[in-house]
């Protein structure tokens, strides 16, 4: 994903200065324990310092944001698009905290870029976006929104891009794991100097699992229906090949998938029954 590929015919506005408020949320107990199994974290993910990637994350979705504007191509407040996506995140954070007790600090953001591509994405530390053509290409339910905002909040809550980013620059660099525990800060610095790299990391297939899984959880306790990963990475495949699908460059369709969503629906049924009544 490249802002090069921004389309400005959809907006003429202004910058959507938007953080939720989660202050309440925050507040609410922890809900039950997980019904996915994802197992633990990678921690290799601890030799990247977590609040210099997230800063680093903030300024990068700033410059983006900031393009976009100056293209006339970011959604206003009042657009209808951005307040349903504004309110499925609002139902989603609450349930943030048990995949990463860092979330309860994030300042989750979301805002929407006028562009035919196809894609989505939050970075870490809760800076969401979505892109018109992910909305309307695929015509999208509230229910597929979610599963989509759900896996992509996973990246960030397991931290994806910090391991992704200490294994590849340790590799790049020559450090030991050693090294690094020791205190040297290279894979610090580098965090703090990504350049692009954020928009464009190619997580690994357990990366991508264990974000529909967690996905999948969050959305089912926000009282979303699990059948609509289904429906949605359908709709995915559907699209490949068809031009703009930058999504799937980065999050590949395929039956096997789609076969590991159907195994683990039954599993959160019961969460999003309970969050329905």
Known sequence: MTIALLNPFVFSCRRCAW???????????????????????SALRKLVPAQTLEQAADKQYDQLLAQAKAQRALAPDNNAQL?????????????????NSRAGQWRWEVNLIGSSEVNAFCMPGGKIAFYTGILDRLKLTDDE??????HEMAHALREHARS???KTQATSLGLSIGAQLLG??????????????????????SDESEADLV???????????PQAAVTLWRKMGEVTGS????????????????????????RVMGLYQQARR
């Open 215 to 225: 996905g999948l959880e969050l959305a089912a306790r926000a009282g979303y229906n």
């Open 164 to 166: 992704r980013l200490a």
């Open 19 to 41: 953080v939720l408020g989660v202050a309440a949320a925050l507040a609410l107990p922890l809900p039950a324990l997980a019904q996915v199994d994802v197992g633990s974290a």
């Open 83 to 99: 307040v349903k996506l504004r309110a499925i995140a609002r139902r989603l954070i609450p349930f943030t905290s048990q995949w």
């Open 145 to 150: 929104i979610a599963m989509i905002m759900g």
């Open 184 to 205: 040297l800060g290279d894979l610090g610095n580098a965090a703090a100097n990504l350049g692009t790299q954020l928009l464009s990391l190619q997580y690994s297939r």
């Open 243 to 266: 031009g703009g699908a930058s999504f799937l460059s980065t999050h590949p369709s395929g039956p096997e998938r789609i076969r590991e969503l159907e195994r683990n629906v039954p």
